[in-house]
């Protein structure tokens, strides 16, 4: 066997020519057309080609030996292969390829919105409600400053009336010039004895047989049991209007102390119109009385009492105790003292310029000047 001599073919194996079976398709170089086609189109990972640059070879060494490194693409120049950012930037490259002037991609913004403006009217209408807002007051310290004035009048009076019930204003009644006597018998010190415990009795927590169990020198009660039902009544009276004052004043106090912390002035404020509420109630009913004190004293009666049960003859002794003229002395010493009260307290919450914060009033002439 020699060289030339044709070599023995393997009945095996594959005789045919395959280089243009379509099996060997992918070993051929693809057409320009097709490779561009094949290109992924990943916008998320892909580069801009008209932006992505080489930096300079003269400037840039290598990283072994400190040597520019040479064939590298001229500084500026775009590197091809790169697939762009998105598809707008791929149809500008591709415009740009053809020689075509790119187009124009706007995409309106998200907050291009907030650019338009609302209406005249709108507009005026939120400057409006902004500026009601700012010079709108809290509700709560009004509310506590018309507490501060609708409560002094109740407190005022009913600290008076608890000043009247009291022993010391019995010795002053029975012990002044002019006082009634007693045809019946009492004197001075009698009914200093005898008052004082009806007067107690009108404070205290006992029962009716305070004044029921009571008895005179001759041994016998001192007091009907149509007078000690009376007195009862009283004391009910007494002790629900000492109890609802007691409560003002707790409330009072509460008022005060939010008003001072949240409100300047604003105890002042409640305590002036309290004080002219007063003054004009005290003034009011002093007027009544004076116009017929029977018959104010009979209506007052009326108000709080049934009718059959506050009457009494003149030998009783609730009668010869408390006359007439004592009631007439109780009603001008609660009215005094509450008319005082209020008119100091008006006196002392009266609205200067000082007590408003305002300058003085020739200071405020030069200002304006």
């Given at each position: 066997?020699t060289?030339?001599s044709p070599?023995?073919k393997d009945?095996d194996a ?6 243009d079976?379509p099996?060997f398709?992918w070993?051929?170089p693809a ?10 189109e ?11 640059r080489?930096?300079?070879a003269?400037?840039t060494?290598?990283?072994?030996s400190?040597q520019?490194?040479t064939?590298q ?5 775009p590197v091809?292969?790169?697939q762009?950012?998105?598809?707008a930037?791929r149809?500008?490259?591709?415009a740009a390829?053809a020689?075509a002037?790119?187009?124009l ?7 291009s919105?907030?650019?338009v403006?609302p ?22 310290p ?5 507490i501060l004035?609708v409560f002094?009048?109740v ?10 019930t009291s022993?010391?204003?019995l010795w002053v009644e029975?012990?002044?010039p ?7 018998g ?10 004082s415990y009806?007067v107690?009795?009108?404070s205290?927590?006992s ?6 169990d009571?008895v005179?020198q001759n041994?016998?009660k001192?007091?009907?049991?149509g007078?000690?039902?009376h007195m009862?009544d009283v004391?009910t009276v007494?002790?629900?209007a000492?109890?609802a004052?007691a ?15 949240r ?21 009011g ?6 116009m ?5 004293f009979t209506e ?5 009492f049934a009718n059959?049960?506050?009457t009494f003859s ?16 109780a009603?001008?010493a609660?009215?005094a003292m509450?008319f005082?009260?209020?008119l100091?307290t008006l006196i002392?919450?009266w ?12 200071e405020?002439?030069?200002l304006e000047?």
């Amino acid at each position: 066997m020699t060289e030339k001599s044709p070599i023995p073919k393997d009945q095996d194996a594959d005789i045919h020519d395959d280089g243009d079976e379509p099996a060997f398709d992918w070993m051929k170089p693809a057409p320009k057309s097709m490779a561009e086609d094949a290109q992924p189109e990943r916008a998320d990972i892909a580069e801009d080609s008209s932006t992505k640059r080489v930096p300079d070879a003269r400037s840039t060494p290598d990283s072994a030996s400190g040597q520019p490194v040479t064939g590298q693409p001229v500084t500026g120049q775009p590197v091809t292969g790169q697939q762009p950012e998105s598809r707008a930037d791929r149809k500008a490259a591709e415009a740009a390829d053809a020689g075509a002037e790119p187009a124009l991609f706007a995409e309106p913004l998200p907050t291009s919105a907030l650019q338009v403006r609302p209406a005249e009217a709108e507009v005026e209408r939120r400057y409006h409600e902004r500026e009601q807002a700012a010079n709108a007051k809290p509700v709560a310290p009004r509310i506590f400053q018309v507490i501060l004035a609708v409560f002094y009048p109740v407190v005022l009076l009913v600290l008076a009336i608890r000043a009247v019930t009291s022993p010391l204003f019995l010795w002053v009644e029975y012990y002044r010039p002019g006082f009634p006597g007693d045809g019946y018998g009492f004197n001075a010190d009698d009914r200093m004895t005898y008052g004082s415990y009806a007067v107690d009795y009108l404070s205290n927590w006992s029962g009716p047989r305070y004044l029921g169990d009571l008895v005179n020198q001759n041994g016998e009660k001192l007091f009907k049991e149509g007078e000690v039902s009376h007195m009862a009544d009283v004391k009910t009276v007494m002790l629900s209007a000492f109890g609802a004052g007691a409560l003002m004043v707790i409330i009072g106090i509460i008022a005060m102390l939010y008003l001072r912390k949240r409100s300047k002035g604003g105890i002042r404020r409640g305590l002036f119109a309290g004080s002219i509420a007063t003054l004009v109630l005290i003034v009011g009913l002093g007027t009544l009385a004076a116009m017929g004190w029977q018959q104010f004293f009979t209506e007052f009666h009326r108000i709080f009492f049934a009718n059959g049960t506050w009457t009494f003859s003149l030998d009783d002794t609730l009668i010869r105790l408390f006359p007439g003229q004592f009631w007439m002395d109780a009603g001008i010493a609660i009215g005094a003292m509450v008319f005082v009260a209020a008119l100091l307290t008006l006196i002392f919450t009266w609205p200067t310029r000082r007590r408003r914060g305002l300058p003085p009033k020739n200071e405020a002439v030069t200002l304006e000047k």
